[in-house]
Structure formats: C-alpha cells, structure tokens
C-alpha cells in the first residue's frame, strides 16, 4: 500500500511513517517548516519529503492520504482530496487500525513528562527482553529512532512481541475528528502522569480537558491497569466521575499511609530510593535529576510491573536510560560555555527545566533563552505565569516576535535581569555580549527556533 501523509514532520505523524514505512508500505509525506530530528530521521529510512501542501501531489495516487492534526480546511491539498472524493484518514486512526490492533498497549498521557517516561517505560521493556514496539513524539536516546514495531522477544523466538508503548497526546485527533487522539489507542495499561491546562487553542478550560481523560478512562479494560499521579487534584477528579479499572498511584499522598510508588531517600547526585506499598524495591542510580524525572520513573516503574518486569530489573534498566533528545540535551561546549536544547515551554516545564538545571550546575549562572512558540502561549493564556518559571535563572533573553501580548510588559516583575528581542540576530548577539566562561546557555522551544542554536555556538567560536 502506498501512504501519503500530510504534515509528516511532526513528531507523532513521523512516527506514524516510520512504522508503515517498517511494516513494508510505501511512505511519502509533505509538511512545511520541516527541522531536524524528524526530517533526519525520515530521510534516513528512505522516505520521500515534499515542501509545501501543492494540490499538484495527488499525481502521487497513493491509496489513501493519512491527515496529521496541522491540516486544516483552506490546504490546498486537502482542498484537492476532498473536491476529488479521495480516501483519507486520520494518523490516530491509522495507526489504531493497522499497528494497535491486538496489542497490549501502554499509553503514557499527561501535560508534561509523557515524552521521557514513555522512553523510560519503552526501554524498561527492552532491558527486560520484551522487544516491545514504540511511537514517542521524541527521539529516545537508548534507541536512535522515535517509533519501530515490536520485535521478537528474548524469551520467544518465534513470535512478535505483544508489547507496545505509545506517547497518548490529548491534542485533537483532526480536523475532521476532534477528539483527543488517545482515545483512539485503546490501552491495557493507561499512566496518567499530570494534568494542567494546555492547549488554549481547542480547550476552553482545564474541565474540557479532564473529560477526554475521562474518555481514555472508559477505553481500559476492567482487567488492566491505571497508573495515576496522586498528588494531582484534577485526576483524582478524572477517576471520580467513573472507573471500571484498577488504579495504583505514585507520588506522596500527602498521608501518613505508605502505598502506592514513591521515591525517597533522594541524594545529591539524583539518585534515590524505590518503595512500593512501603515495601524498599531498589535504589535508582542514574545521571538524571529534579522531583519532575523521579516522578516520570515511578510511573513508569509501575506501568512495567504491570506487564511482568520485576521492580529490580527495571530500577537497573533505569540505570542505562539516556534521556530523550532536546530533554535538557547538551547541544555544544565552546569556551567553557555550555549550551543546552531543552523542549519546555509550558511554565511548569520550564520552572522543572531551570531547577533541574541548578540542581545540576550550583551556583554557576544559567542565561535561560526562551521562545513561547506554542499556540498556548501565543494566545497569551500563561504568560502571567512566566517570570516565576524563570526565577533560578540567572539571565533571561526571550525571543518575542509574532506574539499576540507584550513580552516586556510580561517579564516586568524580573526586568532586572530579562531581556526581548523580536529579532533573531539582535538576539543572539545581545546572548554573546552576555555570557562568560562557566555560564550555562539553556534555550527551551518546542519548535526549531531559526537555528538559534547553532547561530549562537557558531557566533561564541568566532
């Protein structure tokens, strides 16, 4: 079968060809705006990428256009495959029906943390030999490639994995289908990390957002499993408007009561300690650090349990994991100047993003570089919420062209130390004047960022 998909570079939906493109399909794909990794990643499987969204591509006559949430009505493309009654169908749904279908699915949902703790979760799984398959909207470092089909396991020689571990967005499914796009995947095992207001652009408020949670509640099976963040109002909330499903929690309670997943005993190193039911499991050693990373690897500790991996093993396979490319990833060293790549952009992310930063670097200066590209912070929804994400950092540079709201009126309360620029150069140049020897440069986007940060490696070497 040949697939076309429509706006292949985003993260999910090139995900989606990389797994048709593995299950022996002919894959092509357009987008716009296409950056590195998933443009690298799609190149090197082979895969043919088209700039743009030209009517002229259905002289392509694939047998069906798979549609990833960035189309919209007005796409010439689109316009084209509609006017001409061709087939097409969500990437949600192509991929439940041609990948899920049968398999034990652990969907990993949350406002933050479901990149890293599906990669965690994933390699859990690996470690113990269970070769299950992957979609992860990053590129998880154990493997190098952000989706594959389950392999055959250590165990059994004979048959393919059952196992299969997905990132469950709760973005809209299209534009022809707005629901959330994990509820299409049906899981066996569902973890439900965190839940805040996000995406303003299709979510009214936080109560939209906890009913299609809800919904994705309704899709487990009464025999699997819920793996749920205790500490979080609004999924205890989620769970009391109906749950047919067994729940075990991670995070303190806030009871005296030990049960459920919690980390203790948590050194300076970032290392700590795993109880379950207040019973010791093991203790983590990695190269990992903040309460937001212990709290993704409880969650998926417990989702691992769930499909037989013994507490131990995956403690130690956590022990081995790299973290997700761009999650606090160290993109060059010049002149004893480190710069960082990190995805966060929600405040609470870059509040853990900064911390997690400080705990790691002390007293050395962090100059924080900040793009609000998301359609959330775009609109404006969050940006009161800024200037105290941003207050570990020493330095604070924000790009703020094509925003709909005054950066600088926003960063008044740490004027101080912050600074907008509208234009990338201008930036990059006002970075350099800045920074000495020792600092850390760490730039959070969940977009490409115009390069800025090869710009500013390149301009710190001259």
């Known amino acids: 079968m040949h697939i076309h998909i429509l706006g292949i570079c985003g993260t999910f939906m090139g995900g989606i060809a990389a797994l048709a493109k593995q299950s022996g399909h002919k894959v092509t794909g357009c987008d716009a705006n296409v950056y590195p990794p998933m443009s690298t990643q799609l190149e090197a499987q082979g895969i043919k990428l088209i700039e743009g969204f030209s009517a002229e591509q ?99 020689s004979k048959s393919q994995s059952p196992f299969f571990v997905i990132e469950a967005d709760e973005y809209d499914t299209a534009f022809f289908d707005k629901r959330s796009k994990f509820v299409h995947y049906r899981p066996r095992t569902a973890v439900l990390n965190n839940l805040e207001f996000d995406h303003a652009d299709i979510f009214a408020d936080l109560a939209a957002i906890e009913t299609q949670f809800h919904h994705l509640i309704r899709t487990v099976p009464g025999d699997g499993l819920i793996v749920s963040n205790a500490k979080e109002d609004s999924l205890k909330r989620v769970i009391q408007r109906g749950c047919w499903t067994a729940v075990e929690v991670f995070g303190d309670p806030g009871s005296k009561e030990k049960y459920g997943w919690q980390a203790s005993d948590v050194e300076i190193d970032g290392s700590f300690a795993v ?145 907008v620029h509208d234009d990338l150069a201008q930036l990059v140049e006002s970075i350099a004047a800045e920074v000495k020897a020792g600092d850390h440069i760490l730039i959070m986007s969940n977009g490409g960022f115009g390069g800025v940060h090869q710009k500013l490696l390149t301009r710190l070497r001259a």
């Open 275 to 419: 109880t379950f039911n207040g019973q010791i499991q093991g203790r983590v050693q990695w190269e990992l650090l903040g309460e937001h990373n212990r709290m993704n690897a409880l969650a998926a500790l417990a989702a691992a349990r769930h499909v037989g991996v013994p507490a131990d093993v995956a403690i130690a396979a956590l022990g081995e994991f790299k973290n997700v490319k761009r999650r606090m990833e160290v993109y060059g060293v010049v002149n004893d100047i480190t710069i960082y790549d990190d995805f966060a952009h929600h405040p609470t992310a870059i509040t853990t993003t900064v911390e997690g930063l400080r705990a790691k670097v002390g007293k050395s200066r962090i100059l924080a570089v900040l793009e609000p590209r998301s359609n959330t912070m775009k609109l404006g929804v969050m940006k009161n919420a800024l200037p105290a994400s941003l207050a570990q950092a020493d330095r604070v540079f924000c790009y703020g062209a094509d925003l709909g709201w005054d950066a600088t009126e926003v960063l008044a309360p740490i004027r101080d130390k912050a600074s």
């Open 58 to 156: 259905t002289s392509l006559d694939p047998d069906v256009y798979v549609i990833g949430n960035v189309v919209s009505r007005g796409n010439p493309l689109m316009e084209e495959i509609l006017n001409r009654g061709l087939p097409y169908i969500s990437g949600p749904q192509w991929l439940a029906e041609n990948v899920l279908q049968g398999k034990w699915v652990l969907a990993v949902a949350g406002t933050h943390g479901k990149t890293t703790t599906s990669s965690m979760l994933a390699w859990m799984l690996e470690y113990a030999g269970l070769a299950p398959g992957f979609l992860i909207g990053g590129v998880p470092q154990n493997f190098s490639i952000s989706a594959r089909l389950p392999a055959t396991p250590r165990q059994d």
